[in-house]
């Protein structure tokens, strides 16, 4: 038997009213990825599903560069005017005319699983249903569209069209759809707009196919934290606990060592290896990568960081889009961005910025720096104080240090400007030549020192 082709929409036009935001809901972030990275991360991880579109239209300009830029093979498709999720449905039906089955599902319901996806295409597809649901029982019903099973039939009614006793049924649309496309497609031709809100229900696909005797499927999720939906901040923050303790315990199961879950953040697109360990209220975000046997202390920031094995970030340590290598040290009261690379065994220590730079091999620069667009050779010591003086007010120049070298505390290295290897600088200079290598350069005021001055004021009678 020839497998039956599957494609995937994303209903993701619609404003988010209650959400109050100038953004567009499916673009406000939950654990710092956008609530739209979720759905599509679940339909990704599902074997058989060929294709993905997502329906955008209110402000669609931010959600179609975030899909161009992290989901290039998702296809955007506009709905101009948002007429309601069976609006949406119709608009996508062209493009999902060509599989055998469609599943649809809205862009604010962020906790579903790819393994719950999958098994409910599974079903649909064994039992050769016209139509498969998720449906779940929720601590808090109000707001969903509440499923109504009678007689054999099945049908779907919002909060707003339901009546007292219907609104009692606790039994709620997940809205994640799975249909055969042929049945689908005339099933949206009959649908119209009459109910409380004037919108094209996708909901009542499930009824027009039900009435006419079609195979309609409920499935209940049995953890209905999954369909959790994404409507409002309380819960958006609801929705971002439910995924931030999912995320931990899937870290500590696999060998990461927490010492306190309530303040430890994590972002989904973190990787940790084992014997790790995270120190209280620690954050973790981005594509960070933590390798076994290092540490990240107290307060600290790592967003987009790889750090090497038996790193250790110590605390109230900020990491941005950098590297930390094997056996190096970091702060505490560091800040490290822009593509800096800190070496093996390296050390950044005390109130230290690095920007942009590369810092050698167990180079180490411990206190009070700044370290912008330099590269900082192996085994070189940077004296406390020390400052690349990178911009001239027009552009930023380069700083390069090369390997042994010993930067004087309080050196300014006025870029652009090469120290060589084995080098030195005395204390407190202003370097604005190159520096060859093994030299001493000295670049300060001689100091005077004068002779029987204080006796000489005391004569005066000047107050000391
Ligand atoms: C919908 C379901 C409800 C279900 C709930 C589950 C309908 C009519 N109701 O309600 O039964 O319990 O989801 O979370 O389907 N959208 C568009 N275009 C539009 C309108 C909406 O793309 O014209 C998108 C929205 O951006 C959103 C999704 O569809 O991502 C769902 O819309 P929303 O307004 O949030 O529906 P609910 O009221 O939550
Ligand atoms: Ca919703």
């Given at each position: 038997?020839?497998?039956?082709?599957?494609?995937?929409?994303?209903?993701?036009?619609?404003?988010?009213?209650?959400?109050?935001?100038?953004?567009?809901?499916?673009?406000?972030?939950?654990?710092?990825?956008?609530?739209?990275?979720?759905?599509?991360?679940?339909?990704?991880?599902?074997?058989?599903?060929?294709?993905?579109?997502?329906?955008?239209?209110?402000?669609?300009?931010?959600?179609?560069?975030?899909?161009?830029?992290?989901?290039?093979?998702?296809?955007?498709?506009?709905?101009?005017?948002?007429?309601?999720?069976?609006?949406?449905?119709?608009?996508?039906?062209?493009?999902?005319?060509?599989?055998?089955?469609?599943?649809?599902?809205?862009?604010?319901?962020?906790?579903?699983?790819?393994?719950?996806?999958?098994?409910?295409?599974?079903?649909?597809?064994?039992?050769?249903?016209?139509?498969?649901?998720?449906?779940?029982?929720?601590?808090?019903?109000?707001?969903?569209?509440?499923?109504?099973?009678?007689?054999?039939?099945?049908?779907?009614?919002?909060?707003?069209?339901?009546?007292?006793?219907?609104?009692?049924?606790?039994?709620?649309?997940?809205?994640?759809?799975?249909?055969?496309?042929?049945?689908?497609?005339?099933?949206?031709?009959?649908?119209?707009?009459?109910?409380?809100?004037?919108?094209?229900?996708?909901?009542?696909?499930?009824?027009?196919?039900?009435?006419?005797?079609?195979?309609?499927?409920?499935?209940?999720?049995?953890?209905?934290?999954?369909?959790?939906?994404?409507?409002?901040?309380?819960?958006?923050?609801?929705?971002?606990?439910?995924?931030?303790?999912?995320?931990?315990?899937?870290?500590?199961?696999?060998?990461?060592?927490?010492?306190?879950?309530?303040?430890?953040?994590?972002?989904?697109?973190?990787?940790?290896?084992?014997?790790?360990?995270?120190?209280?209220?620690?954050?973790?975000?981005?594509?960070?990568?933590?390798?076994?046997?290092?540490?990240?202390?107290?307060?600290?920031?790592?967003?987009?960081?790889?750090?090497?094995?038996?790193?250790?970030?110590?605390?109230?340590?900020?990491?941005?889009?950098?590297?930390?290598?094997?056996?190096?040290?970091?702060?505490?009261?560091?800040?490290?961005?822009?593509?800096?690379?800190?070496?093996?065994?390296a050390f950044v220590g005390k109130f230290v910025e690095i920007k942009k730079s590369k810092i050698g091999?167990?180079s180490k620069v411990p206190h009070h720096s700044y370290v912008g667009d330099a590269e900082v050779g192996s085994n070189t010591n940077i004296g406390a104080g020390t400052i690349t003086c990178n911009y001239d007010g027009k552009k930023k120049n380069k700083t390069v240090i090369g390997d042994n070298c010993f930067i004087g505390s309080d050196t300014m290295l006025v870029a652009p400007v090469t120290i060589g290897d084995g080098a030195y600088t005395g204390a407190g200079s202003v370097i604005t030549k190159d520096v060859p290598p093994g030299n001493l350069a000295i670049g300060r005021a001689k100091q005077k020192n004068i002779e029987?001055w204080?006796?000489?004021?005391?004569?005066?009678?000047?107050?000391?």
């Amino acid at each position: 038997m020839v497998k039956p082709t599957v494609g995937a929409v994303v209903l993701a036009a619609g404003k988010g009213t209650r959400m109050k935001s100038s953004r567009p809901k499916v673009m406000i972030p939950l654990l710092e990825e956008p609530i739209l990275y979720y759905p599509l991360k679940a339909l990704s991880g599902v074997p058989f599903l060929q294709d993905i579109a997502v329906i955008v239209g209110w402000k669609k300009e931010e959600v179609e560069s975030y899909l161009r830029v992290s989901w290039p093979q998702v296809v955007a498709i506009t709905q101009e005017q948002q007429f309601g999720t069976g609006h949406a449905a119709q608009i996508a039906s062209s493009w999902f005319s060509k599989y055998d089955h469609v599943v649809i599902m809205p862009g604010d319901v962020p906790l579903v699983e790819s393994e719950t996806l999958k098994s409910l295409i599974e079903e649909h597809v064994e039992k050769c249903s016209d139509g498969t649901f998720l449906a779940f029982c929720p601590s808090e019903v109000k707001g969903y569209g509440r499923v109504i099973v009678l007689d054999g039939k099945v049908r779907i009614v919002e909060e707003k069209d339901a009546t007292e006793e219907e609104k009692k049924v606790n039994l709620a649309n997940a809205g994640i759809y799975v249909f055969k496309t042929e049945s689908l497609i005339k099933a949206l031709g009959e649908i119209s707009n009459n109910n409380a809100q004037g919108e094209y229900y996708l909901t009542d696909v499930i009824e027009l196919l039900s009435m006419k005797g079609k195979a309609v499927r409920v499935k209940v999720l049995e953890d209905p934290s999954e369909a959790k939906g994404v409507n409002s901040p309380s819960q958006l923050i609801e929705a971002s606990e439910t995924m931030r303790v999912k995320i931990i315990r899937k870290h500590l199961e696999n060998g990461v060592r927490c010492d306190d879950f309530a303040s430890l953040w994590i972002g989904p697109q973190v990787i940790i290896e084992p014997d790790v360990r995270l120190a209280p209220s620690v954050q973790l975000w981005g594509k960070t990568f933590v390798s076994c046997g290092s540490e990240i202390g107290s307060y600290s920031v790592l967003r987009n960081v790889q750090v090497g094995p038996k790193a250790v970030v110590k605390e109230h340590v900020v990491l941005e889009n950098s590297s930390v290598g094997e056996g190096a040290t970091v702060g505490p009261f560091a800040y490290v961005r822009e593509s800096s690379v800190i070496e093996k065994q390296a050390f950044v220590g005390k109130f230290v910025e690095i920007k942009k730079s590369k810092i050698g091999r167990g180079s180490k620069v411990p206190h009070h720096s700044y370290v912008g667009d330099a590269e900082v050779g192996s085994n070189t010591n940077i004296g406390a104080g020390t400052i690349t003086c990178n911009y001239d007010g027009k552009k930023k120049n380069k700083t390069v240090i090369g390997d042994n070298c010993f930067i004087g505390s309080d050196t300014m290295l006025v870029a652009p400007v090469t120290i060589g290897d084995g080098a030195y600088t005395g204390a407190g200079s202003v370097i604005t030549k190159d520096v060859p290598p093994g030299n001493l350069a000295i670049g300060r005021a001689k100091q005077k020192n004068i002779e029987g001055w204080i006796k000489r004021r005391e004569k005066r009678g000047e107050e000391i």
